[in-house]
Nanobody, 125 residues
Framework: QVQLVESGGGLVQAGGSLRLSCAAS???????MGWFRQAPGKEREFVAA??????????YYADSVKGRFTVSRDDAKNTVTLQMNSLKPEDTAVYYC?????????????????WGQGTQVTVSS
């Protein structure tokens, strides 16, 4: 059982940065950890993920955030971080952290067994 709690959201101007954190109550060792977001009136969409392997994990990004966002994990602290730079108004959404069994399709919502409650990110123009 893994419980996830996101933090770090807030209001920022376009071009600014935010750092989201996801703290797990259980071990994230062996899980693929992902970030998704959901804007008002839209479906939840994949943002970034980091899988698990002995060398630290491979990262994956949606095309819309590639080059601006960076996902990382610290299995010793059971935390996952999403560094978001060069933010745009279209990045405004509730951001969710999820944990999926290793080997799952990291970009599919249904792959994720555990979710956090989400944290609001608002980017003003």
């Amino acid at each position: 059982q893994v419980q996830l709690v996101e933090s770090g959201g807030g209001l920022v101007q376009a071009g600014g940065s935010l750092r989201l954190s996801c703290a797990a109550s259980g071990r994230i060792f062996g899980y693929t950890m992902g970030w998704f977001r959901q804007a008002p009136g839209k479906e939840r969409e994949f943002v970034a993920a980091v899988n698990w392997n002995w060398s630290g994990g491979r990262t994956y990004y949606a095309d819309s955030v590639k080059g601006r966002f960076t996902v990382s994990r610290d299995d010793a602290k059971n935390t996952v971080t999403l560094q978001m730079n060069s933010l745009k108004p279209e990045d405004t959404a509730v951001y969710y952290c999820g944990a999926a069994p290793s080997g799952s399709a990291y970009y599919l919502i249904n792959s994720y067994a555990y979710w956090g409650q989400g944290t609001q990110v608002t980017v003003s123009s």
